[in-house]
T-cell receptor
Framework: KNEVEQSPQNLTAQEGEFITINCSYS?????LHWLQQHPGGGIVSLFM???GKKKHGRLIATINIQEKHSSLHITASHPRDSAVYIC??????????FGQGTRLTINP | EPEVTQTPSHQVTQMGQEVILRCVPI?????FYWYRQILGQKVEFLVS????????KSEIFDDQFSVERPDGSNFTLKIRSTKLEDSAMYFC????????????FGDGTRLSIL
């Protein structure tokens, strides 16, 4: 069983739609990370959170520690948001354990 | 903003040859990592490095792999005798180490073994 599961694996939406990507994990963690992988392959850290909610621009990340679940929301989605979004967890020793990613496509 | 840089961006090597992937982490960071991503699969942890030694390694990181921080700025991953299944994108990352901080990733090196 994967330690980090994401859903959906693929998501296609129209520009302007509200997007939600979910992540569940099965291990104890020190933090949960949301990352964005561009079509060229580069990885950028979006959020790191251990409780509650964080917001950056149109992106919002939430985590429920008791339920071992996190969501990434994108408001007013735009074609430039098209990318693979990856959930990963760290367990104190800093190494990241990754989910399989969610491929998001926003059509104009 | 400081960034992690990796070279080369693409490396093509014959099977059995040695390859060295190079990374320059952010200068005041203390923790360094290598990850790999086989095409179509998730990113996997290879090795972490702190205080000039390996702090953790995965099952993937066998005797064919080694890491070095030879001069205080570069962080290298060496694969001694490459196999076809080593073809992947290799990412270097670094972290400040002052409590919970995000990791900063390089753009990756695409390694193709022929």
């Amino acid at each position: 069983k994967n330690e980090v599961e994401q859903s959906p694996q693929n998501l296609t939406a129209q520009e302007g739609e509200f997007i939600t990507i979910n992540c569940s994990y099965s291990v104890g963690i020190s933090a949960l990370h949301w990352l964005q992988q561009h079509p060229g392959g580069g990885i950028v850290s979006l959020f790191m959170l251990s409780s509650g909610k964080k917001k950056h621009g149109r992106l919002i990340a939430t985590i429920n520690i008791q339920e071992k679940h996190s969501s990434l929301h994108i408001t007013a989605s735009h074609p430039r948001d098209s990318a693979v979004y990856i959930c990963a967890v760290s367990q104190g020793a800093q190494k990241l354990v990754f989910g399989q990613g969610t491929r998001l496509t926003i059509n104009p | 903003e400081p960034e992690v840089t990796q070279t080369p961006s693409h490396q093509v090597t014959q099977m059995g040859q040695e390859v060295i992937l190079r990374c320059v982490p952010i200068s005041n960071h203390l923790y360094f990592y290598w990850y790999r991503q086989i095409l179509g699969q998730k990113v996997e942890f290879l090795v972490s490095f702190y205080n000039n030694e390996i702090s953790e390694k995965s099952e993937i990181f066998d005797d064919q792999f080694s890491v070095e921080r030879p001069d205080g700025s570069n962080f290298t991953l060496k694969i001694r005798s490459t196999k076809l299944e080593d073809s992947a994108m290799y990412f270097c990352a670094s972290e400040g180490g002052l409590g919970n901080q995000p990791q900063h990733f390089g753009d990756g090196t695409r390694l193709s073994i022929l």
